[in-house]
């Protein structure tokens, strides 16, 4: 998805903790309510589970894990952000997976003159999975690169240290 | 791509592979006039349709292969080994066009396309010039069986009766029966009266059906074989009769054309008994026997009994015995199917929380015919094995030609049937072995003869059902596998510890390990080392197991074993703290009951069954299930490949149909090799789906298999 050509972007924001995050709208498929997540035995830390769209098996990712923050119990604001992702390993596959967030924010535009890069101080991030950050009065919005972040062969790498690490 | 297109183009898939089967059939016995027949008949066919839908370059390969089929036809030349190759040549860049919609992907292909066609020229020249060269005045002998006479007197004019009754879908096959009959008028002189009792009223009519039929005279001095090929496009969509009826051109005689007239009003129609009887009484002379016998005789022109399911059962009653049905329509049926499952699930769930009578008789009801309307589903999406087998007959016969090795290919068991989705990815996988075993397995004639074989290899490939799979065996009476070779081979990949002990079945099963090639030159057909991992691979994607079992000198068997359908299994539903699993039915044995105390009580995880000791698979251990585990559990015993083991869960809680969904981009982690996939409950929740043979292995610890 190339974002050169358009210069103003609709982004979805979402809240980890006190930490606002934006994911390009292109990638969002929909927002759903959490309902009953099946845990899967042997999966990586960051693997919630599964749950049920429609009739589909969703895998869900615990984003505050994957970014490193603790995990919490689901609250009423608790939402699952289904993204479709391009899988780098294989050209045009794409794979469907949850994102489990605190909350979800709002729907807004910026064009790419306002978003800026990265700081090099003071992020706990990957900065690989931050494309860049925007500024909203107090607050700091990252633009989160979703491919990167949720790319399969970041689960399988993640998996196999993870497994190293328990083992 | 308009619909007509895309029949022509699998019209023409099904006929490429008639044509290979034919060959192959040729190739072991050169003389089989009707093989004979077959090819050119398709030959023909391909010609018209291909130049009908512009497929120019299909059509000028077999505009002059039927002109060589034609020549071996009238006997004028003998099959040979180069017509063969040609044709084989031929069948190849078909497909390939096929596949490209007449395009030559590269210059390569094109120089070959075009070399091709030139032997095929040059051999259609060749024999053109012999023919010619041989005495025109022999006596040409026709081909029809059932006339064997042979024609002197090239004058002699004798009149036909020509019954053509087009079945009622001639006309969506692209043919125009006005034509043939034009044709015909082009052979001699020619009398036609149209039946048209068969047409229904105006609104009942359905514009692509035929209701048409022609009784034709013809008086003509060709032979009745040259009037058959008039009809030789529609020859599987009509009744053709031909009779002789006279040894004179019977339409001079204005008599018998009234005759005929009044006959064609009347109800009965023309038919050759009337024929016959007006001709009979008509002669002052009572008509020959020869003649009489003449009339007797017909050629019925029949499709030969084919797979193709367009299959007319009579011409009286246009019953279909079988309709081809495309295949996306199956999958979303079966789609619906497994929907309906699902909601089936949601339907007993909810007439259970509600004490009612009558919904619980309706469920149930509806969980019985569920039963019956998924079965036959699952019945309609199998296609036998021999739709893939004959793909391997073609690969032998290159292969074993390409590296001069003689050997017998036979297969067993092609009416087995397995799910399609199953079969289209299954033939790649056996594609593989089935070279492997040219390559590796099948030793050149001389070091078999040392060896103290025959000269000539023998691979068999069968498939049957057991145990409620599908196994497929490919057999080769080649060199086998030397254990110590791939544990050489191992040790010097670095696969292998020189000290692991290793038996010699698991030594052989090291072949399927990522980067293992024993050949000791890598030949184009196999020996990348890309191969057995990426087979072992495809074939657990089907949720199938693959063995190897080999000895030295004596050959290789490989095994593979898949299930009957891919998307529903029966199984048990069972719960471990609040997570439901599902295992399949096929493997589970009994059922019984334990104490909690009990399980960390027995020694080196096993518990005593009936008697006997028995290992134990904990899967709220082993899952790192939390909670308190209820003081009684319950175990269920499965046995896979004659292991028995007790795999132990908080509660079973009954039969349970179930679709599997595949876990998505779970199933890509590591760590899921336990799981099937997942199903989806009636209350909405996921279950996730055991993979009991795996269990069974990873209990076991067998590392190798």
Same mark, same amino acid.
């Given at each position: ?167 | ?133 041989? +005495? ?10 059932? $006339? ?25 096959? #692209? ?7 034009? $044709? ?49 496009? +529609? ?33 009965? #129609? ?148 397995? $799910? ?123 949720? #199938? ?78 899952? +790192? ?57 009636? $209350? ?22």
């Amino acid at each position: 998805m190339s974002t050169e050509s358009v210069s103003i972007q609709s982004y979805l924001s979402f809240k980890l903790g006190q930490e606002i995050f934006a994911a390009n709208v292109l990638t969002v498929n929909e927002v759903l309510e959490v309902g009953k997540i099946t845990k899967v035995p042997h999966a990586p830390a960051f693997m919630r589970g599964v749950t049920n769209l429609r009739g589909t098996v969703l895998p869900v990712i615990d984003t505050r894990v994957k970014f490193g923050m603790t995990p919490v119990a689901e609250t009423q604001d608790s939402c699952i952000i289904v993204l479709t992702i391009a899988q780098n390993a294989e050209a045009g596959k794409h794979i469907v997976i949850g994102a489990l967030v605190d909350s979800v924010v709002e729907v807004f535009e910026a064009s790419q003159e306002q978003i800026k890069p990265l700081p090099a101080m003071g992020v706990r991030y990957n900065a690989n999975f931050i494309k860049g950050t925007f500024k909203v009065g107090e607050d700091f919005i990252m633009f989160l690169d979703i491919d990167k972040v949720f790319s399969s062969e970041e689960l399988v790498v993640l998996n196999s240290s993870e497994e190293v690490a328990s083992a | 791509m308009d619909s007509l297109h895309e029949k022509f183009l699998e019209e023409v898939t099904e006929f490429v592979a008639d044509l290979e089967n034919a060959l192959l059939e040729l190739e072991k016995n050169p003389e089989n006039q009707k093989l004979i027949e077959k090819v050119f008949r398709i030959m023909h066919t391909l010609k018209g349709t291909s130049a009908m839908f512009g497929f120019d370059k299909i059509g000028n390969l077999t505009h002059d292969l039927e002109t060589i089929y034609e020549f071996i036809r009238e006997q004028k030349t003998a099959l040979s080994e180069e017509i063969l190759s040609l044709t084989f040549a031929s069948i190849d860049f078909i497909k390939i066009l096929v596949d490209t919609n007449n395009e030559l992907p590269t210059e390569e292909y094109k120089l070959k396309y075009e070399t091709l066609l030139f032997s095929i020229k040059r051999k259609v020249d060749i024999l053109e010039r012999n023919h010619s060269a041989i +005495a025109e005045t022999a006596n040409d002998i026709s081909v029809s069986a059932e $006339d064997a006479e042979i024609v002197l007197d090239e004058k002699k004019i004798v009149t036909y009766y020509i019954q053509f009754i087009p079945a009622g879908h001639l006309l969506t096959t #692209g043919v125009n029966p006005l034509y043939m009959i034009d $044709d015909v008028y082009a052979l001699g002189e020619c009398k036609v009266f149209l039946r048209n009792k068969n047409v229904p009223d105006l609104l009942q009519i359905q514009e692509e059906s035929c209701y048409l039929s022609w009784d034709i005279f013809l008086s003509t001095s060709e032979e009745k074989s040259t009037i058959a090929e008039v009809f030789l496009f +529609a020859e599987d969509a009509c009744t053709l009769k031909i009779h002789k009826i006279a040894d004179k051109p019977l339409l001079q005689d204005n008599a018998f054309i009234q005759k005929m007239k009044e006959l064609s009003v009347v109800t009965e #129609g023309i038919s050759l008994g009337s024929i016959t009887a007006y001709l009979h009484s008509a002669s002052k002379e009572p008509a020959r026997k020869e003649e009489k016998a003449e009339a007797k005789k017909e050629v019925v022109v029949e499709d030969e009994p084919k797979v193709s399911l367009s299959k007319i059962a009579s011409s009286k009653n246009n019953s279909l015995t079988s309709i081809r049905v495309a295949s996306r329509k199956l999958d979303e049926m079966m789609n619906v199917v497994s929907e309906l499952i699902t909601m089936q699930a949601r339907l007993t769930l909810f007439a259970e929380k509600n004490n009612s009578a009558e919904l619980t008789s309706i469920a149930e009801n509806f969980d019985k015919l569920l039963r019956q309307l998924r079965d036959n589903s699952l019945k309609i999406c199998l296609v036998p094995m021999e739709t893939i087998f004959s793909r391997f007959q073609r690969l032998v016969r290159d292969l074993s030609k390409d590296l001069q090795k003689n050997i017998v290919f036979s297969t067993e068991g092609g009416e087995t049937e397995v $799910d399609k989705s199953i079969i289209e990815n299954l033939s790649d996988p056996i594609l593989h072995l089935l070279r492997n075993s040219i390559d590796h397995g099948i030793e050149d004639a001389e070091t078999r003869i040392r060896n103290g074989k025959s000269a000539q290899g023998k691979i068999h490939l069968k498939a049957f059902y057991s145990e409620g799979m599908v196994q497929i065996v490919i057999e080769d009476d080649g060199k086998g596998i030397d254990p110590k070779r791939i544990r050489e081979k191992a040790i010097e990949k670095g696969i292998l510890n020189e000290t692991t002990p290793l038996t010699d079945k698991e030594a052989i099963n090291l072949i399927f390990l990522p980067g293992f090639s024993t050949a000791q030159k890598v030949s184009e057909i196999s020996g990348r080392g890309v191969g057995m991992d990426v087979v072992r691979q495809r074939i657990e994607e089907l949720r #199938g197991e693959i063995y190897i079992d080999s000895k030295v000198n004596k050959g290789t068997t490989m095994t593979i074993k898949l299930p009957l359908s891919l998307s529903i299994i029966d199984g048990i539903l069972v719960k471990a703290d609040d997570t439901c699993f599902v295992i399949p039915l096929s493997a589970v044995d009994k059922c019984y009951e334990i104490r909690h105390d009990e399980i960390h009580a027995g020694f080196n995880d096993l518990v005593i069954i009936d008697g006997e000791q028995v290992p134990f698979y904990y899967l709220r251990e082993e899952f +790192a299930i939390s909670g308190e585990a209820p003081a009684i559990e319950q175990i269920i015993t499965i046995t896979y490949e004659g292991q028995k083991i007790a795999l132990i869960v908080d509660r079973i809680v009954g039969e349970y149909q179930s679709v599997l969904k595949p876990l998505g981009a779970m199933g890509i982690s590591k760590g899921q090799e336990l799981l099937l996939g997942a199903t989806i409950m009636g $209350d909405g929740t996921v279950a996730l789906v055991l993979d009991s043979g795996k269990i069974v292995k990873q209990l076991l610890h067998k590392v190798f298999i």
